[in-house]
């Protein structure tokens, strides 16, 4: 409990570091290429093209309303994916500001995962313009959002922290985790729907968050259902844990970092 | 002058552990092969029982050659490095350890960079908008504090970075290395900004210099470090005059 009440404390002391960081850090993405903004629109959408024309194309296959069906996916599975690899040099990155400064380490991965949910929530926008083009009701169930999107946050927040120590130690992590991503990404139910895999097999994807995620998303903006409470309740309990065992790590590697580094 | 006691430090230690990144194809190699390979963690002791006390207001030169743990002192008294053993009390709430890096963000404007900078130091937003033309006019960069800092010379980084730090005002302030910075005009410059910050009789300094002349002009005590210990802890003249018997020079 100790190490919970730290990093709200940190939170708080560091607020407006976080903040400001953040929206730098985004503006220097931003400046980085010509179109800006309009990357943010284009990247989610080249993609959902890339796998069209590979699952309704060349496999003949698809759901009712593809597009939006893939979207439901991508938009948080880049959430996830692209925090978890910003978050190993997050700590590592910034060996020259931590050699005259002293930052406490779990907001520098914290940093990274606020930056992700920025472009989160601008897909989301995109999301729903799209469910506007493909004429899919609006439903209440939009409210529910919120919830899904809070345990996921939980889950990146967590597993940031955790990839933020490993940064430091294991040279070759991120290339091994390219790999894994990439993986991971297939063995979700991102490009299919969890129908489509065997009953004996489904409670394989089940020991996936992002199969819960990826579902949840599309029950409240596709189906008009309610999210999987049931599951985001326990990756709600395992997210917690592993926030615990990231922030364990960091605080007692606090200040031993620098002389490794 | 006050008495009191600003910084203490007693029965320090601290080792530099240079871990050998694990290197995924000799791990499975040793893993298949069972061979015994090379002790992966490689120790040098940085500080050895390092003890003395520091008033509140004095001004204390650290000397000693490369790698004799000035660096690592001034790291550890600003809360960086966390000593392995041994106790390090401060009594004041703000220290800043003032040095000419990196740590800039090329992409950002200078007064991007000086937010950046302030905040992490520990002050608010309202409070860096109060300095800032201050800060801006020190580092004379004018107009092109607007634009990034990868547009700058390293001399107009220097200034910046030296005006950023300067402006922090600490109770007790860490200086390494940088008396005289940039081009003769501002070395002149930043070094009055530099006894201005010492003259304030409750401001605790600490300056890490190779600059002997610098150190007897501005300091009330010496610390004489030599491979991470401590060799003497006097007045200036008597410590100099040793100083440089010991190193010939």
Redesign the interface.
Request: proline share 0%.
């Given at each position: 409990m100790l190490i919970f009440k730290k990093i709200v404390n940190d939170v708080k002391s560091y607020k407006e570091y976080i903040l400001y960081a953040t929206r730098c850090e985004l503006k220097i993405q931003l400046s980085s290429t010509y179109l800006g903004y309009i990357w943010w629109v284009l990247d989610p959408l080249l993609y959902m093209l890339v796998y069209m024309l590979l699952v309704m194309l060349i496999f003949k296959r698809g759901e009712e309303n593809f597009p939006v069906f893939i979207f439901c996916a991508l938009i948080p599975w880049k959430w996830t994916s692209k925090s978890i690899m910003d978050s190993i040099d997050s700590i590592k990155g910034k060996s020259n500001i931590l050699n005259q400064i002293y930052i406490s380490k779990p907001v520098l991965p914290l940093i990274k995962v606020l930056l992700n949910t920025a472009k989160f929530f601008f897909g989301i926008f995109v999301l729903l313009i799209l469910i506007m083009l493909f004429k899919i009701p609006y439903s209440l169930h939009y409210f529910e959002f919120i919830i899904i999107f809070a345990v996921q946050f939980l889950l990146i927040f967590g597993l940031s922290l955790v990839f933020s120590h490993l940064g430091i130690f294991f040279r070759d992590i991120k290339n091994i985790l390219i790999f894994v991503i990439r993986l991971w990404f297939y063995v979700s139910p991102g490009l299919y729907s969890l129908e489509r895999i065997p009953q004996e097999f489904r409670f394989l994807w089940w020991l996936n968050p992002m199969t819960t995620f990826f579902i949840s998303y599309r029950n409240i903006f596709l189906y008009n259902k309610s999210p999987l409470y049931m599951q985001l309740l326990i990756w709600t309990v395992i997210s917690i844990l592993i926030i615990y065992l990231g922030l364990r790590h960091l605080y007692r590697f606090d200040k031993k970092y620098m002389k490794m580094i | 002058m006050s008495n009191l006691t600003a910084v203490k430090v007693k029965n320090l230690n601290l080792k530099?552990?240079?871990?050998k990144?694990?290197?995924?194809k000799k791990e499975i190699s040793r893993l298949i092969f069972k061979k015994k390979g090379s002790n992966k963690i490689k120790e040098i002791w940085a500080l050895k029982n390092i003890n003395f006390e520091a008033k509140k207001g004095k001004t204390i030169g650290l000397i000693g050659p490369n790698g004799a743990g000035k660096t690592t002192l001034l790291?550890t008294i600003?809360?960086?490095?966390?000593p392995d053993s041994g106790t390090v009390d401060l009594f004041s709430n703000s220290v800043?350890?003032l040095?000419l890096?990196?740590?800039f963000?090329p992409?950002?404007t200078g007064t991007?960079n000086i937010?950046?900078?302030g905040?992490?130091?520990g002050f608010?937003?309202r409070e860096i908008d109060k300095k800032m033309g201050e800060i801006v006019s020190f580092s004379e960069l004018g107009e092109y504090i607007h634009f990034p800092i990868k547009t700058y010379s390293s001399g107009m980084r220097v200034r910046l970075a030296f005006s950023i730090s300067s402006h922090i005002e600490p109770d007790i302030l860490l200086i390494d290395e940088i008396l005289g910075v940039g081009d003769e005009t501002f070395r002149i410059k930043s070094q009055n900004k530099i006894k201005d910050l010492i003259a304030n009789k409750k401001r605790t300094v600490f300056i890490a210099s190779h600059n002997l002349t610098s150190i007897i002009n501005l300091c009330d005590l010496v610390l004489w470090l030599h491979k991470g210990e401590v060799v003497d802890f006097d007045e200036p003249d008597k410590i100099i005059e040793k100083y440089k018997i010991y190193y010939k020079r």
């Open positions: - | 530099y552990r240079f871990i990144a694990v290197n995924i790291k600003s809360k960086i490095f966390e800043s350890l040095t890096g990196a740590g963000y992409e950002l991007e937010y950046l900078n905040l992490l130091l608010n937003k």
